[in-house]
Nanobody, 119 residues
Framework: QVQLVESGGGVVQPGGSLRLSCAAS????????MGWYRQAPGNQRELVAS???????NIADSVKGRFTISRDNAKGTVYLQMNSLKPEDTAVYYC?????????????WGQGTQVTVSS
């Protein structure tokens, strides 16, 4: 079984920083694209940032210049460094990874971690 375990959420004041981590565990062949999504109350889940296995990134315009995504392929881990946080960044953040058990990758999701930006 493959699991994605997230950590690093919490409460921070506006302008502060947080670093989210997501580690894949279990038996699998390969991890393809990894990414972070978020969902605020009443809103749809949206892409925040994604990164391919070769390091190409896609960053949402709303967080560009403030958030950075990176990954450690050897550890099967993806990170989201969030700086200059704003109240509108408050949401549950979910990790997603396309993982192949054998040949065909399928999406896996983490359980979500709450990020609250408030003074």
């Amino acid at each position: 079984q493959v699991q994605l375990v997230e950590s690093g959420g919490g409460v921070v004041q506006p302008g502060g920083s947080l670093r989210l981590s997501c580690a894949a565990s279990g038996s699998f062949l390969r991890i393809y694209t990894m990414g972070w999504y978020r969902q605020a109350p009443g809103n749809q889940r949206e892409l925040v940032a994604s990164i391919t296995s070769s390091g190409s990134t896609n960053i949402a315009d709303s967080v560009k210049g403030r958030f950075t995504i990176s990954r450690d392929n050897a550890k099967g881990t993806v990170y989201l460094q969030m700086n200059s946080l704003k109240p509108e960044d408050t949401a549950v953040y979910y990790c997603k990874a396309d993982i192949a058990m054998q040949n065909i990758p399928r999406p896996y999701w983490g359980q979500g971690t709450q990020v609250t930006v408030s003074s």
